[in-house]
């Protein structure tokens, strides 16, 4: 996380403890692990600390493949498992297994225990300080007030948790679906011309999924996870592990895995990249052909490294990471120094507010922040325009597979929305049903001068309206409990303010400069 100056030292004597245990085992392990690196709990939360001066294109970390926990580790892969899933579900076990005292006899043969690295991650009971408080793990009522982009997401993630979920508690595939079907119904099967947007109020029901009647031949899934698995294809290997205990693993790991790309140029890769590391791009693997599931899972494209995922982002951070199969390591370079005494940072990348907080639990303002408006413009209507032709314009805008994603940023209007209210000017002027296809395909350009300042000026009233929902979203926050959670979500909806402002100041003084 990104994290503020680490000039006060909070640690308790329970933390210190458990990072001082986590640290020796990384030492014995990886006796070459820099001594100049130190985990540290800082007023924020924990991060890195370096006790010499960092200079540009050093590399700080080289962890060995053998601490690396990904699909090949023993145990962890799972036909018809996402990569993240199968993390999750070996975190579970791992700790299901230590609580009665066995270890797994990969991890022996191997000479690894991971349990002083399980220790040292977050738990539940950090939520109340911010530690790993996604945004899916929220209530219902608490994600109704977060914006609609950031609904969207939590939906799919839940939904791809749950699959997940079942899936490695080896359901049939009627029982699996049964349980996902559960969650609600995807984005696309809600939006229509007539309800063009987002209505996440009607995705947030049946999360978590609830004791459900399965089949005899599937295992329990009661949120207690205190039941006898019966009799089950993966009974044998699977501790009956709780929904919420599977929760806490996925999403734990969503948060720190890193990417591989072990095919790839040790150069060219970036830590925590966005298309591996995410739950909704992750592919299910293949078939099994072999009895031993550890040499026939696939090739890792994640893992979780231990000691990189206490390094906190910041967006000014130049990083370059990935595994290195000449060393057979994963390595770490940064082309930032840092100053001794101070924390050691890395850049999860270029992401907007809305992805960090879903995917990390935090968010800071960058470049790339935007607010959609696709309700605004649709909600609009203009002058002497009929339900029926607004209708058309809408079709009109799918063909062209522009009826969505309209997005404002400070200082700038995305070209769709300009393309979307175009269209709606285009017909007003036009007799009805008179105008041509290839007049809407030039609509991706600026019409007539004075066609031009009617959609400028509509654009005005999308962004206006806009402004008046952030500032009922703003008051209906303070019916949120004082916290962390309140804090976040007023301070993105200040963010969206800040941004939709931004974006009528440009276009007022677009429209004085064109006077």
């Given at each position: 996380?990104?994290?503020?100056?680490?000039?006060?030292?909070?640690?308790?004597?329970?933390?210190?403890?458990?990072?001082?245990?986590?640290?020796?085992?990384?030492?014995?392990?990886?006796?070459?692990?820099?001594?100049?690196?130190?985990?540290?709990?800082?007023?924020?939360?924990?991060?890195?600390?370096?006790?010499?001066?960092?200079?540009?294109?050093?590399?700080?970390?080289?962890?060995?493949?053998?601490?690396?926990?990904?699909?090949?580790?023993?145990?962890?892969?799972?036909?018809?498992?996402?990569?993240?899933?199968?993390?999750?579900?070996?975190?579970?076990?791992?700790?299901?297994?230590?609580?009665?005292?066995?270890?797994?006899?990969?991890?022996?043969?191997?000479?690894?225990?991971?349990?002083?690295?399980?220790?040292?991650?977050?738990?539940?009971?950090?939520?109340?300080?911010?530690?790993?408080?996604?945004?899916?793990?929220?209530?219902d009522d608490e994600i109704a007030l977060l914006p609609s982009e950031i609904q969207r997401k939590v939906c799919e993630q839940r939904r791809n948790?749950?699959?997940?979920?079942?899936?490695?508690?080896?359901?049939?595939?009627?029982?699996?679906?049964?349980?996902?079907?559960?969650?609600?119904?995807?984005?696309?099967?809600?939006?229509?011309?007539?309800?063009?947007?987002?209505?996440?109020?009607?995705?947030?029901?049946?999360?978590?999924?609830?004791?459900?009647?399965?089949?005899?031949?599937?295992?329990?899934?009661?949120?207690?996870?205190?039941?006898?698995?019966?009799?089950?294809?993966?009974?044998?290997?699977?501790?009956?592990?709780?929904?919420?205990?599977?929760?806490?693993?996925?999403?734990?790991?969503?948060?720190?895995?890193?990417?591989?790309?072990?095919?790839?140029?040790?150069?060219?890769?970036?830590?925590?990249?966005?298309?591996?590391?995410?739950?909704?791009?992750?592919?299910?693997?293949?078939?099994?052909?072999?009895?031993?599931?550890?040499q026939l899972a696939p090739i890792p494209t994640i893992a979780l490294v231990p000691f990189l995922d206490l390094l906190n982002h910041h967006p000014?951070?130049?990083?370059?990471?990935?595994?290195?199969?000449?060393?057979?390591?994963?390595?770490?370079?940064?082309?930032?120094?840092?100053?001794?005494?101070?924390?050691?940072?890395?850049?999860?990348?270029?992401?907007?507010?809305?992805?960090?907080?879903?995917?990390?639990?935090?968010?800071?303002?960058?470049?790339?922040?935007?607010?959609?408006?696709?309700?605004?413009?649709?909600?609009?209507?203009?002058?002497?325009?009929?339900?029926?032709?607004?209708?058309?314009?809408?079709?009109?805008?799918?063909?062209?597979?522009?009826?969505?994603?309209?997005?404002?940023?400070?200082?700038?209007?995305?070209?769709?929305?300009?393309?979307?209210?175009?269209?709606?000017?285009?017909?007003?002027?036009?007799?009805?049903?008179d105008a041509l296809e290839y007049e809407y395909d030039r609509c991706w350009m600026e019409l007539e001068p004075d066609l031009e300042r009617r959609?400028?000026?509509?654009?005005?009233?999308?962004?206006?309206?806009?402004?008046?929902?952030?500032?009922?979203?703003?008051?209906?926050?303070?019916?949120?409990?004082?916290?962390?959670?309140?804090?976040?979500?007023?301070?993105?909806?200040?963010?969206?303010?800040?941004?939709?402002?931004?974006?009528?100041?440009?276009?007022?003084?677009?429209?004085?400069?064109?006077?």
């Open positions: 996380m990104l994290r503020p100056s680490p000039t006060t030292d909070t640690e308790s004597g329970c933390e210190s403890d458990v990072l001082t245990t986590f640290l020796a085992w990384l030492r014995h392990h990886h006796p070459g692990l820099p001594s100049s690196l130190i985990p540290h709990t800082f007023s924020s939360g924990r991060g890195v600390l370096t006790t010499e001066d960092v200079s540009a294109n050093k590399c700080l970390l080289e962890i060995p493949a053998a601490l690396l926990v990904t699909i090949r580790t023993g145990g962890v892969w799972r036909e018809g498992v996402t990569e993240i899933g199968c993390l999750a579900g070996w975190l579970c076990t791992s700790i299901r297994r230590e609580e009665v005292h066995q270890t797994e006899d990969s991890e022996k043969a191997a000479n690894v225990d991971f349990g002083p690295y399980i220790d040292m991650l977050p738990r539940r009971s950090d939520q109340q300080r911010g530690e790993m408080d996604l945004p899916a793990m929220w209530s948790a749950v699959k997940d979920y079942v899936a490695f508690m080896g359901l049939c595939e009627t029982c699996q679906s049964k349980v996902v079907d559960e969650v609600g119904k995807t984005t696309s099967e809600r939006e229509s011309a007539a309800n063009v947007g987002f209505c996440a109020g009607d995705q947030l029901g049946g999360y978590p999924p609830k004791d459900l009647p399965m089949c005899e031949k599937c295992p329990c899934i009661g949120n207690t996870g205190k039941e006898d698995v019966k009799t089950a294809k993966n009974a044998e290997n699977t501790p009956s592990i709780s929904f919420a205990e599977y929760e806490w693993a996925y999403f734990l790991v969503n948060t720190r895995c890193v990417s591989l790309w072990t095919s790839a140029p040790f150069s060219t890769v970036s830590p925590r990249n966005h298309h591996f590391a995410t739950p909704s791009m992750t592919r299910s693997f293949p078939k099994a052909r072999s009895k031993t599931p550890t000014c951070s130049q990083t370059t990471a990935g595994f290195s199969p000449a060393t057979n390591t994963f390595k770490l370079v940064t082309q930032t120094p840092a100053a001794a005494g101070s924390e050691v940072f890395i850049n999860y990348g270029p992401h907007d507010a809305f992805f960090l907080l879903v995917e990390y639990g935090f968010w800071t303002k960058t470049k790339w922040d935007y607010v959609s408006v696709d309700r605004e413009c649709w909600g609009m209507s203009l002058e002497n325009e009929t339900v029926e032709e607004k209708k058309r314009s809408w079709e009109v805008c799918r063909n062209r597979n522009a009826e969505s994603d309209y997005v404002v940023q400070i200082g700038d209007v995305s070209e769709r929305l300009k393309f979307a209210i175009r269209v709606r000017v285009l017909r007003m002027v036009r007799p009805k049903n959609v400028v000026e509509f654009v005005k009233v999308v962004c206006m309206d806009k402004m008046r929902f952030i500032q009922e979203r703003l008051k209906d926050v303070e019916t949120m409990r004082e916290g962390h959670r309140k804090d976040v979500v007023r301070g993105l909806w200040q963010r969206c303010d800040e941004i939709v402002s931004g974006a009528l100041r440009a276009l007022e003084e677009d429209r004085l400069e064109s006077t």
